[in-house]
């Protein structure tokens, strides 16, 4: 055993001693997703690692499940002010004022009824008419009170900052890279996307985008340093009675979407916004993600339609390439 982690070293060091462009991978397990990092040079390895430590961090200090974290101590404080770190209560003030800025489609408090679907322990099932309207009750951002880094929250209420901790993940990530000197990375952290500078030859970043009828990609966007994350009714779902339920809810009914969109995915320099907004698009569905985009133009997005139709705002036509058979019915939004 020690002797295969000491040739295992060996090797990592001769990976180093090579070009200032060596490519390090690393993968963690966080935030209930595979997360895979990606950088380049000789500052790559320090910084895979700082990022790694910083992810388990931010799962423990924000897991809804986990019994240590701050979520958690907020979840179960039957209604007492419970004092956060400044990262925590300013994610938490973030996600409120999204709520109110896609008409209640983004709402953390939603957490009480995708319990009630199962998805957090893999127990799902459809829960019945009078569970989810008692739910209902519980769910609302104004249910929030941030008092500086104090948080209130009634007894009932829960949150769940599992629509937006990636892309806020993504980002300190990123910043933690940059403090080690890496100059190019790629950070995919289970559907959202975090890029680092350009490629090590000064090129742009290729990512691909998953279709979300198949386990293959519709199409590929040429990229510099940016967000690209994507909320997908495929990530994860059940099946019941031959109806298939996922995890993206809509606050409105309890029930998950059905705004027929199959993925919304959102490009941005803001790794939170991103990760709100995806979620929003997908609830809000195509009428409602052109009315937000047009009152704010800073993100753009791209929706494929239950029937495999492309939405795309203006910004998206110069980055992307769509795989041949793809990208037959795309219409754009300016
Ligand atoms: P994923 O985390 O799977 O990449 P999202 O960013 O869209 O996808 O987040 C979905 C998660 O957020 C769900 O698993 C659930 O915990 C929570 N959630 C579901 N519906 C909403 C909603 N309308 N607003 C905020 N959070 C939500
Ligand atoms: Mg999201």
């Known amino acids: 055993m020690f002797k295969r982690l000491a040739v295992c070293a060996a090797a990592a060091m001769m990976l180093c001693s090579c070009g200032s462009s060596e490519k390090h991978q690393g993968s963690v397990f966080a935030m209930d997703t595979y997360m895979s990092l990606t950088a380049y040079g000789s500052s790559a390895e320090e910084g895979i690692k700082k990022a790694s430590e910083k992810l388990n961090e931010l799962d ?34 973030f996600a409120k ?24 322990t893999g ?45 806020r993940a993504g980002d300190i990530c990123a910043d933690l890279m940059k403090e080690c000197g890496v100059t190019s990375a790629v950070l995919d952290l289970g559907g959202n996307i975090r890029t680092l500078g350009t490629k090590p030859d000064g090129s742009k970043w290729k990512i691909g985008l998953r279709d979300p009828f198949s386990e293959g990609i519709y199409a590929t966007l040429d990229v510099g340093e940016t967000n690209i994350v994507t909320s997908g ?13 996922h995890h993206i809810i809509d606050p409105n009914t309890g029930r998950p979407a059905e705004s027929g969109i199959a993925s919304a995915t959102v490009i941005g320099s803001d790794g939170r ?4 907004l995806s979620t929003s698009l ?36 110069g980055l992307i390439t769509f795989e041949p058979g793809f990208g037959e019915k795309v219409s754009v939004v300016k």
């Open 60 to 93: 423990k200090l924000w897991s809804a499940t986990e019994s240590g974290s701050e979520i958690f101590a907020v979840n179960s404080s039957e209604g007492k002010p419970v004092s956060v770190s400044d990262e925590t209560a300013s994610l938490i003030s």
């Open 97 to 120: 004022e999204m709520s109110s800025q896609t008409g209640g489609a983004f709402d953390i408090t939603v957490y009480p009824i995708v319990e009630a679907w199962g998805f957090t």
């Open 123 to 167: 127990e799902h099932s459809v829960p019945s008419e009078e569970r989810l309207n008692e739910l209902l009750e519980v769910v609302g951002s104004d249910k929030i009170t941030v008092s500086g880094s104090e948080i209130t929250l009634p007894t009932g209420s829960k949150l769940d900052l599992g629509a937006v901790a990636k892309g």
């Open 233 to 245: 009714a495929y990530e994860r779902f059940f099946e019941q009675d031959g109806k298939t339920y």
């Open 273 to 276: 916004l991103c990760d709100a």
């Open 282 to 317: 997908f609830v809000l569905g195509a009428k409602g993600a052109e009315q937000l985009y047009r009152s704010r133009h800073d993100f753009d997005y791209i929706l494929v339609t239950d029937s495999g139709e492309v939405i795309m705002s203006e910004g998206v036509s």
